[in-house]
């Protein structure tokens, strides 16, 4: 069954999680909060299972990947020296 509730954010950002919905919940407690396409979701950080674990790392390192090469920070290799280059790493 889905439960819906209505909150606000304080002008410090807080947010109030409804009684009804914290059961199970200790003071605390990690909350996964993630954020796209204009949603927030929370999540207990304690029910996140070791795949979501590394899939959020990997989405740390893709994006940091990606401010580095809008910085310009990349080089660029043809297949003729893709194998040597690889080979330094």
Do not use: C, H, Y
Request: charged share 40%; net charge negative; aromatic share 6%.
């Amino acid at each position: 069954m889905v439960n819906i509730s209505i909150t606000r954010m304080s002008s410090k950002g807080q947010v109030v999680i409804p009684q009804d919905m914290r059961k199970g919940m200790k003071e605390g407690e990690k909350i996964l909060i993630i954020q796209g396409d204009g949603q927030l979701i929370l999540k207990k950080a304690s029910d996140v299972d070791e795949n979501f674990k590394e899939d959020l790392e990997f989405a740390r390192r893709t994006e940091e990947a990606w401010k580095e090469i809008e910085k310009g920070n990349f080089i660029e290799v043809d297949l003729e020296n893709l194998e040597e280059e690889m080979a330094k790493w």
